[in-house]
């Protein structure tokens, strides 16, 4: 999909508000009083999290360069989730991205009738109104998520029809707009069309060379090609298979999680044959035994509408087949998998929906391998890179939006404060390590026994015990939404200050 196809699709206004490079002064898209950045970065890789941290990094006047594997920007997958923690994190990194997510995505709506009448039955057990529990809500614009669902879980093996089947339990969206939805290609062509800094394609990084700790001198990349590039310090935003990772701690590798998806788009009108409209609106989860099916609907009726369906299984063979990620599979193949798994005929009819050839998805985390720091020197890694993360909560673009956000109140205190001369990276990359580690890694290990949770495999819940599912996933969910982004990026820029006096350590 192009950038000029997708600006098509946007209002005249938005076209002119957010893609207009005229208009960048009169909205602040740079910090006014700033200076250029007395130093460059180099950004590996140019996926989601890259042209997002490009963004923030133009606001704060930092020259950089992204460098990109690949002849030209592409997106894997196919659907991407954003909680309320990421909708926070957009204001920011740059004003311009939440109005037009809304153009876009779409976010967490009302339950299904089902949905309702069990949220119903949770504000007459706990005494709470629906939408009214406001100690758990962050207000963002002037939509809050009132009423809103993020999953309805279902058991998947129910053999009931769509329409009369109801959730075993519902986990409300209940932070800011709820959960956003998004199509993973779309939201690429659009932060491509905000992106200032030079891409250059083809690069596949080789190697990173730092001059010696202490000393002066750029750090040296080198390229599969034979090209060589130098900046002040490398900003890993490569994924899973992060060359930048590897330079940084070569035992931190990505490992296969034991479970494998299909992940395919389907066409609204199909969906809505199978499930029915209200069915098919709202974020549903099918569970079952070492297998479960996620959908939910991306698009806007203006720009199209599609259920994305994930459909996960647990694999006995724990070694993935293939160095590559994903390998080639068919319809067949995930109805086999879903019919030995019991699953009922509406699960099998929607799966039915699906092209008749497809990708299974090998799902790589660093569960087994964490960093044990984000950083090396004058080189750094964020997002995936940092923290590569199977998908169970669907928060790991947030977090990746986190780090973004962070990262970036850090640079601007480097850049604005008059105890530091713009240049010590060092200490940047130290204090956001110390900032954000520990909750990333957190994502990582909590989103691996999430699945376990929707596949029926813990035994401390065990097969059917849905109200200490809904409690369990609930708790964890507020984890990854409630995050006090005002403090966490106050915090940091204090912590990154007492570097400079000697005040305190910046793991404190």
Not at 32 to 41: C, S, V
Not at 161 to 190: I, Q, S
Request: net charge negative; charged share 25%.
């Amino acid at each position: 999909m192009s950038i000029g196809f997708f600006k098509s699709q946007l209002s005249h206004q938005t076209q002119a508000q957010y893609f207009g490079k005229s208009n960048h002064a009169d909205e602040n898209v740079t910090m006014p009083d700033q200076k250029q950045a007395p130093f460059e970065l180099a950004l590996i890789g140019a996926g989601i999290t890259s042209l997002t941290l490009s963004l923030a990094l133009t606001r704060l006047k930092i020259k950089h360069t992204i460098y990109e594997q690949s002849p030209q920007l592409a997106e894997l997958g196919a659907g991407l989730g954003f909680g309320a923690n990421a909708v926070r994190a957009f204001e920011f990194i740059d004003p311009r991205l939440l109005p037009l997510f809304k153009q876009v995505g779409s976010f967490a709506g009302a339950p299904s009738a089902k949905g309702r009448a069990i949220l119903e039955s949770y504000r007459q057990k706990d005494g709470i109104i629906l939408g009214q529990d406001d100690n758990r809500r962050i207000k963002i614009g002037e939509e809050e998520g009132e009423g809103k669902v993020w999953i309805e879980f279902l058991d998947g093996t129910n053999t009931l029809p769509p329409e009369d089947l109801a959730p075993e339990f519902v986990v409300k969206a209940t932070y800011g707009m709820g959960h956003g939805a998004v199509h993973r290609a779309k939201w690429l062509d659009v932060l491509a069309g905000l992106v200032e800094a030079p891409i250059v394609f083809g690069k596949r990084l080789q190697s990173i060379s730092q001059p010696q700790e202490g000393g002066e001198g750029k750090v040296k990349m080198v390229f599969e090609d034979g090209t060589e590039a130098e900046a002040d310090a490398v900003i890993g935003c490569d994924g899973v298979k992060s060359r930048v990772r590897e330079a940084i701690d070569p035992a931190a590798k990505c490992g296969y999680s034991g479970k494998y998806a299909y992940r395919c788009l389907i066409p609204w009108a199909d969906a809505v044959g199978v499930l029915g409209e209200d069915r098919a609106s709202v974020s549903s989860l099918w569970m079952g035994q070492d297998r479960h099916v996620l959908t939910f609907p991306v698009g806007t009726p203006e720009l199209g509408r599609l259920l994305n369906l994930v459909a996960f299984v647990t694999d006995d063979d724990k070694e993935w087949p293939s160095s590559k990620f994903t390998i080639s599979a068919t319809r067949q193949d995930a109805l086999r998998d879903f019919a030995t798994g019991g699953f009922s005929p509406t699960v099998l009819a929607l799966l039915n929906k699906t092209k008749a050839k497809m990708d299974r998805w090998g799902l790589f985390d660093l569960a087994d391998n964490p960093l044990s720091s984000f950083f090396l020197g004058r080189a750094m890694v964020i997002g995936d890179a940092a923290h590569a993360s199977t998908p169970h909560h669907g928060s790991g673009a947030g977090f990746c939006m986190e780090d973004i956000a962070v990262f970036a109140s850090l640079l601007e205190e480097l850049l604005t404060s008059p105890e530091f001369s713009g240049q010590d990276l060092g200490n940047v990359f130290r204090v956001f390590d110390a900032s954000r580690r520990e909750r990333d890694l957190w994502l990582v290990q909590s989103s691996r026994r999430a699945a376990d949770l929707y596949e029926w495999r813990l035994p401390d819940l065990g097969k059917q015990d849905f109200e200490k599912m809904r409690e369990d996933i609930e708790g964890r969910q507020d984890c990854c939404w409630g995050y006090d982004l005002d403090r966490a990026t106050r915090d940091a820029r204090q912590r990154l200050l007492s570097t400079s006096t000697g005040r305190t350590n910046p793991e404190s």
